[in-house]
């Protein structure tokens, strides 16, 4: 890593960054590429899982190690130095998306019952609350679930929902009143095994194929009201919280994968002959190269203040804004000089190239895309009228 750090790591979680450093080079990269189109194999979420790296937030007294929240960030940076992003998505969806639902909002009859089947890998989660006509504008969702006694019953759907194909159970955000728009929605964990669930299909996607992403359906799905999470009705508002914690582990695995591949590229041009001289002599693609790194630096840091903020117990939605649009711009930039430098091998299957322009190209879009992004950063600025 440039630089030096900007936060406080622990000892232990040096220690801990070493181990999982470690495991994704040896365990993870070189085995990745025959999971694109396949998935993550759960017999590896299921090593990760008895090795700790799961439970990193989750409280001692739940099975985990009870770290704070910089634990996320040398794990999202690890996992994002493997530069295979279906498998980085796979495992942070369910360590750092669906896992803090139940820490944050969840009561301690949930904690007791889930959370330490979720730091051993038992139990894998997913989050559902993308719907076909409902993306971004999560308040035009249409799910809904109707009381009926002490069940909920479920009808709708949710689209490209991560961890859809394994997961053991989903956090669902859903309708549970008449309330329009914002209200009346509430989190309720949904058990994959609950009868009227079911995946309709699994998504051939243009990258992150790594990652299993399906089409959920629900016909009088039932499941029990003690399952909701939080307090009925507040469903939203603890969406779109959780939602900057996402946008926060998506930054902070962003930067090393593109650090890695502007590191490989230049490997790269030092070893291709062009004109009798190697490439890497040319000065555009010096000052290109250091240009993009530099970019990437500044990210880096950004990243270190938002997490420094979130520890301080400040609100980071406008760092978490900023460094999502950035993170997503920047890493399609370096993915596509990348290819670029590579010339006719980049364009090429064979090719690491190929696979990372597409594994990036996503971050532009999960999550709040960039559009949606800058709404927000103009309404928190001020800039609307």
């Given at each position: 890593m440039k630089g030096t750090k900007s936060i406080y790591i622990s000892e232990d979680l040096i220690a801990?960054?070493?181990?999982?450093?470690?495991?994704?080079?040896?365990?993870?990269?070189?085995r990745a590429a025959d999971w694109e189109n396949g998935g993550v194999p759960r017999e590896v979420l299921d090593d990760m899982?008895?090795?700790?790296?799961?439970?990193?937030?989750?409280?001692e007294e739940h099975g985990g190690l009870g770290?704070?929240?910089?634990?996320?960030?040398?794990?999202?940076?690890?996992?994002?130095?493997?530069?295979f992003g279906g498998f980085t998505i796979t495992v942070l969806v369910h360590t750092d998306l669906a896992t803090p639902y139940l820490t944050n909002f969840g009561s301690e009859e949930q904690k007791a019952r889930w959370l330490a089947s979720m730091a051993t890998g038992e139990t894998l989660t997913a989050i559902g609350v993308t719907e076909p006509d409902a993306g971004s504008d999560v308040a035009a969702i249409r799910t809904r679930a109707e009381r009926d006694g002490d069940e909920w019953v479920i009808n709708g759907s949710k689209m490209f929902i991560t961890n859809a194909v394994q997961a053991d159970w989903l956090c669902l955000l859903a309708r549970t009143s008449d309330e329009g728009g914002y209200?009346?929605?509430?989190?309720?964990?949904?058990?994959?095994?609950?009868?009227?669930?079911e995946v309709s299909r699994k998504l051939d996607k243009f990258g992150m194929r790594a990652s299993d992403t399906g089409l959920l359906s629900f016909s009088d799905c039932r499941v029990p009201v003690a399952n909701t999470i939080g307090e009925p009705g507040k469903?939203?508002?603890?969406?779109?919280?959780?939602?900057?914690?996402?946008?926060?582990?998506?930054?902070y695995s962003t930067v090393p994968g593109i650090d890695l591949a502007l590191a490989r590229t230049a490997d790269y041009l030092r070893q291709r002959i062009v004109f009798g001289k190697p490439l890497l002599r040319n000065h555009y693609v010096q000052y290109k190269l250091a240009e993009?790194?530099?970019?990437?630096?500044?990210?880096?840091?950004?990243?270190?203040?938002?997490?420094?903020?979130?520890?301080?117990?400040?609100?980071?939605?406008?760092?978490?804004?900023?460094?999502?649009?950035?993170?997503?711009?920047?890493?399609?930039?370096?993915?596509?000089?990348c290819l670029q430098f590579h010339g006719g091998m980049g364009y090429m299957e064979e090719t690491?190239?190929?696979?990372?322009?597409?594994?990036?190209?996503?971050?532009s879009i999960g999550a709040g895309s960039d559009e949606t992004m800058l709404q927000v950063l103009a309404r928190l600025d001020g800039f609307t009228a």
């Open positions: 801990i960054r070493a181990q999982i450093r470690e495991y994704v080079e040896r365990e993870i990269v070189p899982g008895k090795l700790g790296f799961f439970g990193l937030r989750i409280p770290m704070g929240s910089v634990a996320s960030v040398v794990f999202a940076e690890e996992l994002g130095r493997s530069t209200a009346g929605m509430s989190q309720i964990v949904v058990p994959t095994s609950s009868p009227g669930f469903g939203f508002q603890q969406q779109m919280s959780q939602f900057v914690i996402e946008r926060m582990w998506a930054n993009l790194a530099a970019e990437v630096d500044l990210l880096r840091y950004y990243n270190y203040t938002c997490a420094e903020a979130y520890m301080a117990g400040a609100d980071t939605t406008r760092f978490a804004t900023i460094a999502k649009i950035k993170a997503g711009r920047l890493s399609r930039e370096v993915a596509d000089w690491w190239t190929t696979r990372f322009l597409r594994d990036t190209r996503l971050t």
